[in-house]
């Protein structure tokens, strides 16, 4: 049947159709995830230089460096099991956007109670606390739009995989499109072969 094709994992194999997902969603969405990871470590270095003004449950906890690594991991865990999806590829993508999700969920919590904390103006604060504060705050919320960006795409891409590893195989799913099976058992048509030459030129009696 076109269009249809099957993705072995391991023992099991799952149908897929071209009209589920897209190519190249994955590998989009693993390189969002890998820039988000960059994001997280970059700025969670600049808010680590805060710390002396700004309150930060997010470095505190070690979440910009542990959630950082963990979807740099997941992006490129992604685009290897859409290039490649193997049992063992397929699996620890999964696994890694699981724990990208928790990560992502922890973010989000620690920056709504950053913003909470250093949301208030104090009047013991100079004009330098004040710029910290502000700059502080400014990448908490910058980070909190890509950390629930990140919430998002680990939770889609997790279940994806783990819709493609359910035992029933009756569930539409796109690896690779394959190619249009010819079914060789069915004979080709005879065609008419068209008179000989000599047939052509024998003269009429």
Same mark, same amino acid.
């Given at each position: 049947?076109?269009?249809?094709?099957?993705?072995?994992?391991?023992?099991?194999?799952?149908?897929?159709?071209?009209?589920?997902?897209?190519?190249?969603?994955?590998?989009?969405?693993?390189?969002?995830?890998?820039?988000?990871?960059?994001?997280?470590?970059?700025?969670? =270095?600049?808010?680590?230089?805060?710390?002396?003004?700004?309150?930060?449950?997010?470095?505190?906890?070690?979440?910009?460096?542990?959630?950082?690594?963990?979807?740099?991991?997941?992006?490129?865990?992604?685009?290897?099991?859409?290039?490649?999806?193997?049992?063992?590829?397929?699996?620890?993508?999964?696994?890694?956007?699981? =724990?990208?999700?928790?990560?992502?969920?922890?973010?989000?919590?620690?920056?709504?109670?950053?913003?909470?904390?250093?949301?208030?103006?104090?009047?013991?604060?100079?004009?330098?606390?004040?710029?910290?504060?502000?700059?502080?705050?400014?990448?908490?919320?910058?980070?909190? =739009?890509?950390?629930?960006?990140?919430?998002?795409?680990?939770?889609?891409?997790?279940?994806?995989?783990?819709?493609?590893?359910?035992?029933?195989?009756?569930?539409?799913?796109?690896?690779?499109?394959?190619?249009?099976?010819?079914?060789?058992?069915?004979?080709?048509?005879?065609?008419?072969?068209?008179?000989?030459?000599?047939?052509?030129?024998?003269?009429?009696?």
């Amino acid at each position: 049947m076109q269009g249809m094709g099957s993705l072995r994992l391991g023992s099991r194999a799952v149908m897929y159709t071209a009209e589920t997902l897209p190519k190249g969603k994955n590998r989009v969405m693993g390189t969002i995830q890998i820039m988000t990871g960059f994001l997280h470590i970059g700025f969670g =270095i600049v808010l680590t230089t805060l710390t002396n003004v700004y309150t930060s449950v997010f470095v505190i906890g070690e979440i910009p460096f542990l959630g950082g690594v963990s979807f740099i991991i997941s992006g490129c865990l992604s685009i290897g099991a859409e290039k490649s999806p193997t049992e063992c590829a397929v699996k620890g993508s999964q696994t890694m956007n699981v =724990i990208s999700a928790i990560f992502a969920l922890l973010g989000i919590v620690a920056f709504i109670v950053d913003l909470n904390l250093n949301g208030l103006y104090r009047s013991s604060f100079n004009y330098y606390s004040y710029l910290v504060l502000l700059a502080g705050n400014g990448i908490s919320i910058v980070l909190l =739009i890509f950390t629930i960006l990140e919430f998002c795409i680990a939770v889609a891409t997790a279940n994806f995989w783990c819709r493609a590893t359910r035992l029933s195989s009756n569930e539409a799913m796109l690896i690779v499109p394959s190619a249009t099976r010819v079914d060789l058992a069915v004979p080709p048509a005879e065609l008419p072969q068209p008179p000989s030459y000599s047939e052509l030129a024998a003269p009429e009696v």
